[in-house]
């Protein structure tokens, strides 16, 4: 994942995608949901290697939300198991490539299996440094604030923090997603134009992407021409360009 990416296109150094779609692309071929899924997972493997061919340096996906929960109990089984299935089957290959794996999201009511190999890969690509993937599962964006908001009241009840101190610097560093860059380019796929809970915090200036593609069918293409949109895009943060009247 050393690569770099067209010396003239402005990189998204944070792309952030919610996959979505999976379970009309597994309907249109008449097929069950977790059909759709498992391609999905296929989409994520090509995607994150065209990512560091790109340069982008920081991918966030999200893949299980907190809201996820409200499905059919076999789709949220399928869904586990696919996390778990990825996460053995590629973590060699990650790791060798320098990629830092991370996972966002809450963790006290998912079960051991899970944890156990959320804490392995996270603990053995804890030192790598040339690409950083962080997967959100079980997130959700007013979750993980109230999770930061917590952290810090005990330090304040503790007597750590005073309150005065508290500003949007050390909130981030409360975050799931703590020493990672703000999202630069949000993508979303499957037609869908709506942020569903996802990176609220991080994603305040984010550029927004929405693609009419179904996430199995979503390929390296996909995301250079998104890479494209997002060079053309004009980020002002609220301010003027340089040379506005
Ligand atoms: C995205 O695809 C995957 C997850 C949310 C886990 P969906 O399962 O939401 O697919 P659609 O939106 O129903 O087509
Ligand atoms: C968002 O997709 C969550 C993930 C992609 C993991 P959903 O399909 O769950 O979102 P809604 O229900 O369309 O808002
Ligand atoms: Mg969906």
């Not at 101190?165 to 993508?187: M, Y």
Request: with cysteine; charged share 25%.
């Amino acid at each position: 994942m050393t690569e770099t990416a067209p010396a003239t296109l402005t990189v998204p150094s944070h792309v952030a995608i919610i996959m979505d779609g999976n379970g009309r692309w597994a309907k249109q071929r008449g097929r069950p949901r977790s059909f759709g899924h498992s391609k999905g997972v296929d989409a994520v493997r090509k995607t994150v290697e065209a990512a560091g061919k790109l340069g982008i340096r920081h991918l966030t996906l999200f893949s299980f939300s907190t809201e996820n929960w409200n499905r059919p109990a076999d789709e949220v089984g399928a869904l586990f198991e696919l996390l778990k299935r990825y996460v053995e089957a590629d973590l060699n290959t990650l790791d060798r490539r320098g990629v830092k794996v991370q996972v966002a999201g809450r963790r006290d009511d998912l079960s051991p299996d899970i944890l156990e190999i959320i804490e392995r890969a996270e603990r053995q690509t804890a030192d790598n440094t040339d690409f950083f993937l962080t997967i959100a599962f079980n997130y959700g964006g007013r979750d993980e604030i109230v999770r930061a908001c917590r952290s810090i009241a005990d330090d304040v009840a503790g007597g750590q923090i005073d309150p005065a101190r508290i500003d949007e610097a050390l909130f981030s560093t409360r975050v799931d997603t703590a020493g990672i860059p703000d999202v630069d380019l949000l993508i979303r796929t499957s037609g869908e134009q709506r942020i569903s809970n996802f990176l609220l915090w991080q994603a305040a200036y984010a550029e927004l992407l929405f693609l009419d593609v179904l996430w199995p069918d979503f390929s390296p293409a996909h995301l250079e021409g998104a890479v494209r949109e997002y060079a053309a895009r004009d980020r002002r943060y609220g301010g003027v360009n340089a040379g506005a009247a």
